[in-house]
């Protein structure tokens, strides 16, 4: 029996963004879960949000220009509604490709609440890139609401603080279930982030990276391993140069040394590098994997996937 313990972290592309493409592409993230689950891998899941946290904030803002009993939903609320209905997805895609291979196994899905700095300097300077893209005209009108946004290839974003994620309120819930050896989904979107004041939470406008809140649970519930499943088999330096070269292994300090050269994407394979670092650092014996969501088992073999280490 196999008793490792694992986060997993499923990236945007698991998801989609319309309700119907979600559906469908979960379907694709069960069945790397289910794969894990019958190398008998302890499991917590967590995911992306950002196409869907952004759609909901501004469904909800549209909805309160409808009809006064609608109100503008905080940012901290479309990131509860983004843990809930992915979530939901995710747990029927997973319990429906479990019963498939005749594998019973609760699953279930935990709102999530993470504590955040009210002094993060994140908060006075958004970068956390949410929703889909908008034109010029859209971009303007979304400054004259007061709401941030970025300039891309492709046409304009909105962006939002992404302060750093501190400490895990549900977390003993999440261990309880893995001890359970049940599988747990949470800190969904990288967690609703919430101020502590006194005895009361209070939601922060803002949308935490899930690469760090990924590594934050896992070192919380002492995971063996933290496997991000994105877009890629393999990191890659001199990323879409004619001399890029995708990495089978990386250590901390190789790590450091690319990241002083700003070899990685903020927000896109940056954070996952950074959270790398420091899972596997707090504590001997750790790894980290990067691969594409239809790799996992064979990278958790040690077949394919970019592992990193701390030496
Ligand atoms: N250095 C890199 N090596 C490999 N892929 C990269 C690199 N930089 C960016 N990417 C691209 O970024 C994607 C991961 O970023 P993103 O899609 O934002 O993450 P997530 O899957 O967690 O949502 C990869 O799938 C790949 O397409
Ligand atoms: N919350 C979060 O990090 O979502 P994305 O991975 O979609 O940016």
């Known amino acids: 029996m196999n008793n490792k313990r694992i986060v997993v972290a499923l990236g945007r592309n698991a998801f989609g963004t319309l309700f119907p493409d979600q559906k469908q592409a979960v379907t694709k993230a069960a069945c790397a879960i289910a794969d894990l689950v019958e190398e ?26 409808l009809s006064p009993e609608y109100t ?55 970068t956390k890139v949410i929703g889909r893209y908008m034109s010029e005209d859209e971009a303007r009108a979304e400054t004259a609401k007061g709401n941030y946004v970025v300039r891309e290839e492709k046409g304009y974003r909105r962006i939002v ?68 499943l994105t877009g890629t088999e393999k990191v890659a330096v001199n990323y879409k140069q004619p001399d890029e070269q995708f990495l089978d292994s990386l250590t901390a300090s190789e790590a450091h040394a690319y990241m002083e050269q700003n070899q990685f994407e903020a927000g896109s394979m940056l954070p996952k590098i950074e959270a790398s670092v420091e899972f596997v650092s707090a504590r001997p014996g750790r790894k980290a994997i990067i691969t594409d969501l239809s790799k996992a088992r064979e990278a958790m073999d040690g077949k394919t996937g970019t592992m990193i280490t701390a030496k």
């Open 40 to 65: 008998r891998y302890q499991m917590a899941i967590t995911f992306s949000n950002g196409p869907q946290v952004g759609m909901l904030h501004t469904a909800m803002t549209e909805f309160s220009r």
């Open 72 to 126: 503008v939903a905080p940012m901290s609320v479309c990131g509860a509604l983004s843990q809930g209905y992915i979530g939901y997805d995710l747990q029927n895609a997973i319990r429906t490709e479990l019963l498939n291979r005749g594998i019973f196994k609760p699953v279930s899905t935990i709102i999530t609440q993470v504590r955040v700095d009210p002094f993060d300097e994140a908060f006075s300077e958004p």
């Open 161 to 228: 603080a992404a302060p750093k994620p501190i400490d895990i309120y549900e977390i003993d819930a999440i261990r309880a279930l893995l001890d359970a050896n049940q599988l747990v989904i949470a800190g969904g979107g990288g967690g609703i982030p919430v101020l502590q004041q006194g005895t009361r939470l209070k939601g922060a406008s803002a949308v935490i990276e899930k690469d760090l809140t990924a590594a934050r649970m896992a070192d919380m519930v002492d995971a063996d391993t933290l496997l991000f």
